[in-house]
Structures are given as C-alpha cells and as structure tokens.
C-alpha cells in the first residue's frame, strides 16, 4: 500500500474541492495538506522567500510520503493560483533545495480537480504529466469531480472510490 498525502489548493479551506479532499482521505487514510494555511510566497529569482512554510512542507512530504495527490479547483480553466505558486516553487529544489528535488524522482503524482462544469476542457492536466515527466515522478492518474447542493453526486463518488483504490494498492 503506498503512502500518500493529499495537497489541497483550493481558496477555500471548507470549500468544494475540500469536499472531495476529505471523501478520498477517508478512503485512503490519507492525511490532507491545506495550502491555503500555510504562507508560501511566489516564485523569487533571488530565494529571498526561502524562510516560508515552503521548504519544511515539500520535505516533509518527500521524507514521508511516495504519492503526492495534487486536489485543485479549476479557477479560469486552470489550477488554482494557490496550486500553481506551490508548483512555481518546486524550482527552489532544482537551484537551493537540490537534495530535496532529487527524492521526488520516482515519487507518485495523481491530480483531482474539482469545477462547476461535468466536463474539463482539453489539456487542464498537461502542466501536472508534463511537470512529473520532468521530475522524474510517474503520474499515476487524475479524477474530475463536482459537487452538487453541496454534496457529492453519487456517479462521481463511484468514480472516487475506483479513483482512491486504484491509487493505495
Ligand atoms: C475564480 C473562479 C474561477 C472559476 N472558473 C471555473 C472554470 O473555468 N471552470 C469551471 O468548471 N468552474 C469554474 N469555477 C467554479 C469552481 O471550479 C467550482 O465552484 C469549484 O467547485 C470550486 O471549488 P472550491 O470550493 O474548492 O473553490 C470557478 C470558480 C472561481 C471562484
């Protein structure tokens, strides 16, 4: 069974994708990461954020972890910006922090996004396969998910419970 951790980067800390978050991690077990309560600042060319919450977070979860599950909101037909300020950041382990952004070489990467619309447009995980490619992590696979009055519409729930099983064996 891999060992996973669930990387929230919604806005919203009791919002949708939270929703979903919290449905996998009961299926998992796996713990859930909020982005939105840590401070972790844009990219900077000169590292002067380099004290953030970023740093202890990424190693934390590569010393602990072999499966990133990366949940985001679609915002504009894309990643948060939340969940793309956290991926800007993965830089700081290619120049400061190599050590670190070598052990996510072979680490697992799976993507939930969560919209008001059933259906993704074309491309929405091409940033998350081709940034795995690039770090040499394998991605595993990604789920599409909505919420309806409030709650989780039963055809996406079977699709979650294969989604989360397929990923802890
Ligand atoms: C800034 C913003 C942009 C959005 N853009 C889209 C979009 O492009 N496509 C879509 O299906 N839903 C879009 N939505 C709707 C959200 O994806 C949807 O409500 C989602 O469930 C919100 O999750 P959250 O509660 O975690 O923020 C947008 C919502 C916001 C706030």
């Known amino acids: 069974m891999k060992k996973g951790i669930i ?6 800390s009791k919002g949708n994708t939270q929703k979903i978050c919290s449905y996998v991690s009961t299926l998992t077990d796996y713990p859930i990461i909020d982005l939105k309560q840590k401070n972790i600042a844009e990219f900077d060319y000169e590292f002067r954020n380099r004290n953030d919450d970023f740093h202890p977070l990424i190693q934390e979860i590569v010393d602990n972890y072999e499966l990133i599950i990366f949940a985001t909101p679609v915002y504009w037909y894309n990643m948060s910006g939340i969940m793309k300020t956290f991926f800007d950041r993965i830089s700081d382990c290619l120049k400061i922090e190599k050590d ?36 040499g992590m394998n991605y595993l696979s990604d789920i599409h998910c909505w919420i309806e009055n409030g709650s989780i519409p039963e055809v996406v729930q079977k699709e979650l419970n294969d989604f989360s099983k397929s990923l802890i064996q």
């Open 100 to 135: 670190t952004g070598r052990k996510l070489r072979g680490m697992h990467m799976a993507v939930i996004s969560c919209g008001s619309d059933k259906n993704l447009k074309h491309g929405f995980y091409m940033p998350f396969t081709e940034t795995a490619a690039y770090l």
């Open 7 to 12: 990387v929230l980067g919604s806005s919203n």
